[in-house]
């Protein structure tokens, strides 16, 4: 069971640090550690255990929140993390225009399947 938990955690932290990495090209890192913080302050009403996501101007780290799976392994973790993706999308979409939005949304896509979250040619 942890070997799962691990993977999975481990595969949205990879996720997070793709989307960390190709939204800084047109943000810069600290504007992306704002963002990230932002979209953390949207969700913990809804899920406190968003608060264990970690950022810094060099990136993600999801440690916590494996931590927390290890002791409530029925977090809604999928749930908790496609919502900040979308959410994440949609605030950045705002900030440089759904066009280079797409480009985020493609590699994203590319890397990691098929993602439910907005994008202009959906």
Do not use: Q
């Not at 963002?35 to 913990?44: G, I, K, N, T």
């Amino acid at each position: 069971m942890n070997d799962l938990v691990d993977k999975k955690i481990e595969r949205y932290e990879t996720l997070l640090r793709e989307m960390w990495a190709a939204s800084e090209t047109y943000l810069g890192a600290f504007s992306v550690k704002l963002l990230v913080e932002r979209v953390v302050w949207d969700l913990s009403a809804e899920y406190r255990e968003i608060e264990l996501l970690h950022c810094h101007e060099g990136g993600i780290s999801c440690a916590e929140i494996a931590a927390s799976m290890k002791e409530n392994p029925n977090l809604p973790v999928d749930d908790i993390f496609m919502k900040f993706i979308t959410r994440y999308v949609e605030i950045l979409a705002k900030l440089i225009g759904s066009e280079k939005t797409d480009k985020v949304a493609k590699k994203l896509k590319e890397e990691f399947g098929n993602i439910p979250f907005y994008s202009e040619e959906e």
